[in-house]
Nanobody, 124 residues
């Protein structure tokens, strides 16, 4: 069982940056693949980025590729999402998730544990 708590969201102007963090508690964090998803009210939750259990591989949605970096620190049980050149369309609730199987996972169904999310608002 893993509990996930996101932080780092907030209000930022277009072109700005934010660094989201997701702190995990419980056993086995270093075995899980970790991902970030986002959701706008009334829309489906969408994949943003994922990192394998050891940090060796990452994968990004086209919408954030080149502007975002996912990373993890297994010693701190934390995964990060650095977002740069933010756009108003990046406004959403961002949630992190953990996947038991450890490899790349880009769909919601591939994840077993979810945090409650942190709001990111980008003003134009």
């Amino acid at each position: 069982q893993v509990q996930l708590v996101e932080s780092g969201g907030g209000l930022v102007q277009a072109g700005g940056s934010l660094r989201l963090s997701c702190a995990a508690s419980g056993r086995g964090f270093s075995r899980y693949a970790m991902g970030w998803f986002r959701q706008i009210p009334g829309k489906e939750r969408e994949f943003v980025a994922t990192v394998t259990w050891d940090g060796s591989s990452t994968y990004y949605a086209d919408s954030v590729k080149g502007r975002s970096t996912i990373s993890r620190d297994n010693a701190k049980n934390t995964v990060y999402l650095q977002m740069n050149s933010l756009k108003p369309e990046d406004t959403a609730v961002y949630s992190c998730a953990a996947a038991n199987r450890g490899g790349i996972a880009t769909t919601q169904g591939g994840y077993d544990y979810w945090g409650l999310g942190t709001q990111v608002t980008v003003s134009s």
